[in-house]
């Protein structure tokens, strides 16, 4: 096994940061860690953020799913990151998963991505958004207002480090990662990472493998 696999299965959840239902910080919080305190190579990690037109994603194994019917829970969007390594298989982190931290590609898509049937695959379709790592640590940005509600009060208690602001000074640019648009120039690629259907990327995760 690749020495740096080896030290990242090693890893366990509450090494890091984490506030449920703000996935986005924890993956931010995550990355930071990893390329930091770990030595990552930022080349090989991804934020993804998945969600589609419609903001109705199905996802398994997911701590606040059903569990009568395998962790099933449709989120508006999800955040999970992902390492890549040039010889062995693809490592995912979903602090929000059932399953063990990091987990392995091929496990994590049997048991989260379960098929669409054909009837609901247009409607409840996943689009991927990668995002290199470095690219993520400099430009996104929350103020959490997605997380209150119309009286001011939080949907959910909030991280305890401060909001994250972007290293040009914005504040939040959330929205405009969740949606599934495809990035039309070069200039957005590099801000906002690429959008993916599930096929393509399948292949990106699966390319080394």
């Not at 398994?60 to 569990?67: E, T, V, Y």
């Not at 994590?108 to 054909?118: E, G, M, N, R, S």
């Not at 470095?134 to 119309?150: G, I, N, P, Y």
Request: net charge negative; proline share 5%; with cysteine.
């Amino acid at each position: 096994m690749h020495a740096q696999e080896t030290e990242s299965c090693a890893l366990r959840q509450s090494h890091f940061q984490y506030t449920a239902w703000y996935c986005e910080e924890n993956i931010y919080q995550l990355l930071a860690k990893l390329t930091k305190d770990h030595a990552r190579a930022a080349s090989q990690l991804f934020a993804v953020f998945v969600s589609n037109p419609q903001r109705q994603l199905p996802l398994w194994s997911q701590k606040a799913g059903n569990i009568d019917n395998m962790g099933f829970i449709c989120y508006d969007y999800h955040v999970i990151a992902i390492e890549l390594f040039p010889d062995q298989e693809t490592l995912v982190y979903d602090f929000d998963s059932i399953l063990p931290f990091p987990s392995k590609w091929r496990s994590y898509v049997h048991a989260t991505l379960l098929p669409l049937p054909q009837t609901s695959a247009g409607q409840y379709s996943r689009w991927f958004r990668k995002i290199n790592a470095a690219t993520f640590l400099s430009s996104f940005a929350s103020d959490r207002s997605h997380m209150r509600e119309s009286d001011g009060s939080w949907k959910a208690p909030p991280p305890v480090h401060p909001c994250i602001v972007a290293e040009d000074g914005t504040t939040m640019n959330l929205e405009g990662l969740i949606n599934m648009t495809h990035s039309s120039s070069e200039e957005a690629l590099a801000s906002s990472g690429q959008v993916l259907d599930e096929e393509r990327f399948y292949r990106f995760c699966c390319h080394s493998q």
